[in-house]
């Protein structure tokens, strides 16, 4: 898609003139929308920017969007792994962004896609949510997620999707009103974090047309996902690649290739469109893809390899913790340590509990001490940063185990 078509679809939210250069710094979804539409309209490169970044990242993001150039390709510069350390920004353009829209209407069989989004619309998630609906002529409602928080909900629109990152599903599953006002749309998306399998159950034990996926900036979102009959008939994991993309491993990293992975970081362009990631993963016999977790990840305790989301999966299990991050931690015995990371316990966490949610794993893999940390760091988007939380546990004089009840 040509950017003076992608222009035509965003019309209605364009007001009458377009700077040449333009970053995208607004945290209100309706002045969001009309000033990305304008930038598209224009001739300039675009810059995706989170409200949220202070000095420093502002500092950098000055620096990259001065002299910048757009051309045919490349043009739309959406954020990625900015929590890490230097912005990046994954560069996009309409035929990356309409490959991916094709690729999920096909996958899930909607000709328009009408949503509900509580996602932030300056990441991929929230943006791609928008652009699904932009496209195909949908309607599109940006809502505020505090709003549903405190139980006001939106009309659903027919056949409706509705994103959400799982720590999001999981306080909306303990509000009775909420289920069923999630009971009212066809497809509620999954992402931008793992899912646990605990709270996948209570979700098709509800009923709930889930759809768990895998997808990046660097892929335009989603790149593969459960449909959500095969969610409830049992099939977990991220489900099987959309048709724009083809996904297969190299030593076990998952590698996206399609029209829809991004032609390089800014101010980088490149041809090649395949992009090998850093999450380990297999499809399972299902033909579901399984991610692992990332090889940076992998924790080394005593030789031995340990992979965070499979305890992190057992301790959300035990139903001790409202969320849980598993982390290695120097150690000059065993080179690293596996440490529990956790927010602030509403009540005292049972150790027989999580004794027995551990049971049936090697003693190596088990959380050697669990690290409370106030306040919890994970942002809207669902994302935690682990380096630091691996910071903040080798700081803090660690329990030897859960407090007992």
Known sequence: MERRQLAGLLARWRPASAPVRTVVDEPDPARFMAAVAAAVAGSGPVFLAN????????????????????????????????????????????????????????HFGLAQVNAVSV??????????????????????????????????FPAVPEAGCLSLVPTQLQRLLASPPAVAWLRGFRIIFVGGGPSWGGLLDVAAQLGLPLSPGYGATETAAMATAVR??????????????????????????????????????????????????????????DG??????????????????VSPPEVEALLRASGEFADVVVVGVPDPEWGQLVVACHPRAARPIAREAVDAALVDIVAYKRPRHYVEVIPWPRNAEGKISRPELARLAALSPPPPSPRGS
């Open 51 to 106: 409200p949220a970044w202070q000095a420093g990242e502002r500092a950098e993001l000055a620096r990259l969007v001065d002299g910048a150039e757009a051309g045919a390709l490349g043009w739309l510069m959406i954020p990625s792994g900015g929590s890490g350390g230097a912005l990046k920004f994954a560069r996009h353009d309409g035929h990356t962004l309409a490959a991916a829209v094709g690729g999920f209407s096909r």
């Open 228 to 285: 959500p009959a095969e969610f409830l008939a049992g099939m977990r994991g991220c489900g099987s690649p959309l048709p724009h993309a083809a996904v297969d491993f190299v030593g076990g990293v998952v590698r996206v290739t399609g029209d829809s992975v991004f032609r390089g970081y800014y101010p980088e362009l490149r041809a090649d469109r395949a992009w090998l990631t850093e999450d380990l993963g297999h499809f399972g016999p």
């Open 288 to 305: 579901s893809l399984v991610i692992e977790g990332r090889r940076d990840d992998v924790i080394i305790t005593g030789g031995q390899k």
């Open 119 to 152: 996602l932030p619309l300056h990441h991929v998630s929230g943006f791609m949510a928008w652009m699904r609906s932009a496209l195909t002529g949908g309607a599109f409602l940006p809502w505020d997620w505090k709003e549903l928080e405190q139980g006001r």
